[in-house]
C-alpha cells in the first residue's frame, strides 16, 4: 500500500483494507471519456433547439425506465412524459415516480442548485424522495437512518451473494466515508464516482432500493463534469451490459480480491466510454441528416411554416414520442390556437404530416421519406 499509484479508501472490508491503483488503463479511459465529452459539448451546442430538446427528453425517458426496469419495476414512457409535461399547477407529489422524475430533470437544468450530499442525513431525505414512494412496507428503513436489520444480495438462483454491512452503526460509518471520498477533490470526480457506486452496492444501507440511489447520485456527480447526456445514459449502459457490471462487483466483493475495487472502476469507466462514444455517433449522424433537410425546408418561404415542418423532423430524427400542440407553440413561441392554425393549415395544403389522436390530444409526426419527397417538389 506504499506505492504513489496505490489509494486508501479508508474502509476495511471483510477482504481486507479497500484500494484501487491507478493504472495505464485507467487514465487511458479516464482521458478518452473526457475527449469523447469534448466532441459531444461541441455538436450538442450546435444542435437547433428543437432537436436538442428531443434528443434530451428521450435520453430523459429512457434512463428513468432503465434505472426503474434494473430492479424489476415496472414504468412507461407515457406515465414518465405526464409528469414531465404536466403544468406546475397541476403537478401532482403523489404521482407514481414524481420526486424520482423532478430529481432527474433537475440534470438537464443549469440553474437548477445543488442536492446536498453532504451527511448521511442528506442521502436519506434523497432516498425518501426518489426511491421510497415505491417501496414495499416491509422493505422500508427501520432504522434511525438506514436499515438496523442485516439484507443480502441474492443471485438469480437464490444463492447469497453478498451480505450488507451491519450493524446500522456500521453503516453510517462506512456511508459517511464514502460521502467523504465522494467529495473529496484529492481524486479525479471520475473515479470518486465510480468509487462511491461500488460502496453503496457493497454497503447495502437500505433493505430495497440501493441500486436507484446509487445510479441517481452518479448521474448527479456525472453532470458536474461531463455533458448532461453522458449523465443520463448511466442506467441505459449498465443495463446493456449487466453480466459485466455484477461481475465487476462479485469480483471486487470476492475475499480472494483483497479489497481491490480497481476492477469495478475500470468496468466504470468502460461503460461511461461506450455511452459516451455511442451519443457522439448519435448526434453526429443525426447532425448530417438534419443539415439535408435544412437546405430542403430553406425552400418554403413563410418563417412560421418551415419551422414547424423543420420542428417535426427533428422531433423525428431524436425522439420517440410525437409532439402536440402544446409543443409546438413552445417552440414558436406563440400562442396554442397560432399553433394549431399553422399545423392545420400545413396540412390542408398538403404537407404528409401525420395526426393521430391517442387519447386527450392529437399528436403530429412526419415519416422523412414522404417529407423528403414533398419538399423535393415543393415549389412556393
Known amino acids: 500500500m506504499n506505492d504513489m499509484a496505490c489509494v486508501s479508501l479508508g474502509l476495511n472490508g471483510g477482504q481486507g483494507e479497500m484500494f484501487f491503483v491507478y493504472t495505464p488503463e485507467m487514465v487511458s479511459l479516464l482521458s478518452k471519456v473526457l475527449t469523447v465529452n469534448s466532441k459531444i459539448e461541441v455538436l450538442y451546442k450546435s444542435l437547433p433547439r428543437a432537436a436538442r430538446d428531443c ?24 406515465e414518465i412524459l405526464d409528469v414531465i409535461e404536466a403544468p406546475d399547477d397541476k403537478k401532482n407529489k403523489h404521482s407514481r415516480f414524481e420526486g424520482l422524475i423532478q430529481k432527474y430533470l433537475r440534470l438537464l437544468e443549469s440553474d437548477a442548485g445543488d442536492i446536498p450530499l453532504n451527511s448521511c442525513k442528506d442521502i436519506r431525505n434523497l432516498y425518501d424522495e426518489i426511491v421510497l414512494p415505491e417501496i414495499d412496507d416491509c422493505n422500508k428503513p427501520d432504522g434511525e437512518i438506514f436499515r438496523k436489520g442485516s439484507a ?41 464516482i465510480a468509487v462511491v457506486h461500488y460502496l453503496i452496492g ?12 446509487s445510479r441517481f447520485i452518479s448521474s448527479y456527480m456525472l453532470q458536474k463534469d461531463l455533458n448532461p447526456l453522458i449523465a443520463l445514459r448511466l442506467a441505459y449502459a449498465i443495463k446493456n451490459d449487466k453480466s459485466q457490471y455484477y461481475k465487476a462487483f462479485d469480483l471486487c466483493n470476492d475475499v480472494k480480491n483483497r479489497g ?45 411554416e418551415r419551422n414547424v415542418i423543420f420542428f417535426l423532423i427533428q422531433n423525428k430524427l431524436f425522439a420517440s414520442e410525437r409532439f402536440d400542440i402544446q409543443n409546438i407553440a413552445n417552440l414558436l413561441d406563440c400562442s396554442y390556437g397560432k399553433a394549431k392554425k399553422i399545423l392545420e393549415g400545413l396540412i390542408k395544403e398538403g404537407v404528409p404530416i401525420k395526426r393521430k389522436k391517442p387519447s386527450r390530444k392529437y399528436l403530429f409526426s412526419v415519416d422523412l421519406n414522404d417529407i423528403s419527397d414533398y419538399l423535393e417538389k415543393y415549389q412556393d
Request: proline share 3%; glycine share 6%; net charge negative.
Open 202 to 213: 457493497y454497503i447495502h444501507p437500505f433493505y430495497d432500493g440501493n441500486g436507484r440511489l
Open 152 to 192: 443480502c444480495v441474492i443471485s438469480a438462483t437464490q444463492q447469497e451473494k453478498h451480505k450488507g454491512v451491519v450493524p446500522e452503526a456500521k453503516i453510517v460509518e462506512y456511508m459517511s466515508k464514502a460521502i467523504e471520498i465522494l467529495n473529496s477533490e484529492q481524486l479525479p470526480l471520475l473515479v470518486r
Open 260 to 304: 481491490d475495487v480497481t476492477p469495478f472502476i475500470l468496468m466504470f469507466l468502460e461503460m461511461l466510454e461506450h455511452a459516451a462514444a455511442s451519443i457522439f455517433t448519435r448526434l453526429d449522424e443525426g447532425m448530417e441528416v438534419l443539415y439535408y433537410y435544412n437546405g430542403l425546408v430553406g425552400k418554403i418561404k413563410n418563417a412560421d
Open 55 to 78: 434528443y434530451s427528453r428521450n435520453c430523459l425517458i429512457d434512463e428513468i425506465m432503465m434505472t426503474n426496469d434494473i430492479e424489476g419495476v415496472r414504468s412507461t414512457r407515457k
